[in-house]
T-cell receptor, first 116, second 110 residues
Framework: DTEVTQTPKHLVMGMTNKKSLKCEQH?????MYWYKQKAKKPPELMFV???????INESVPSRFSPECPNSSLLNLHLHALQPEDSALYLC???????????????FGEGSWLTVV | GEDVEQSLFLSVREGDSSVINCTYT??????LYWYKQEPGAGLQLLTY?????DMKQDQRLTVLLNKKDKHLSLRIADTQTGDSAIYFC??????????FGIGTKLQVIP
């Protein structure tokens, strides 16, 4: 099973709303990632969690707040977003925290976010 | 910094072979990946190759790596209409970080 599950698949939120994106994997992976993908662009890394600790934050605005409650779950809390934050948000996971043998990265189907 | 380049568009006839090319700049890349993205969907890992390999074959897919020229290619044999998608080349360079190319849109003409 190489499955990363993301919910919701679609989310529409106002600029004053607070919402969360959720991601789950049961492959025993110890690194989890959030990527953002705008239309017709490649995915861009936002955050990396390794062994449930935040290891990389790619200078993401504080209106995006990641959380890793346990090794299987990764959340992205959203607050006071702007319309330009509308994008596909992809969660991914990999077996180990650092690039090493067999450490391929598996992506979920993504959550389509529209900020109105 | 890392940079991955690939052409934007490729059109082939059904049954022909498709070759999608990619160049990268980070010579310390450990992994090189090919991901497929269908419209409205997430990324599907198609295949990957270690930087110490020259070639990897997996059913209809053949990956060739020229490490000297930092050139990666993906060949899809007997291309089908279901192969129509965007194909992203990506390189795993620094710690946990994967850099994606802009994606090549493959159009398969029946």
């Amino acid at each position: 099973d190489t499955e990363v599950t993301q919910t919701p698949k679609h989310l529409v939120m106002g600029m004053t709303n607070k919402k969360s994106l959720k991601c789950e994997q049961h492959m025993g992976h110890r690194a989890m990632y959030w990527y953002k993908q705008k239309a017709k662009k490649p995915p861009e890394l936002m955050f990396v969690y390794s062994y449930e600790k935040l290891s990389i934050n790619e200078s993401v605005p504080s209106r995006f707040s990641p959380e890793c409650p346990n090794s299987s779950l990764l959340n992205l809390h959203l607050h006071a977003l702007q319309p330009e934050d509308s994008a596909l948000y992809l969660c991914a996971s990999s077996l180990q925290g650092a690039l090493s043998s067999g450490n391929t990265i598996y992506f979920g189907e993504g959550s389509w976010l529209t900020v109105v | 910094g890392e940079d991955v380049e690939q052409s934007l568009f490729l059109s082939v006839r059904e049954g022909d072979s498709s070759v999608i090319n990619c160049t990268y700049t980070d010579s310390s890349s450990t992994y090189l990946y090919w991901y497929k993205q269908e419209p409205g969907a997430g990324l599907q890992l198609l295949t990957y190759i270690f930087s110490n390999m020259d070639m990897k074959q997996d059913q209809r897919l053949t990956v060739l790596l020229n490490k000297k020229d930092k050139h990666l290619s993906l060949r899809i044999a007997d291309t089908q209409t279901g192969d129509s998608a965007i194909y992203f080349c990506a390189e795993g360079g620094g710690y946990q970080k994967v850099t994606f190319g802009i994606g090549t849109k493959l159009q398969v003409i029946p």
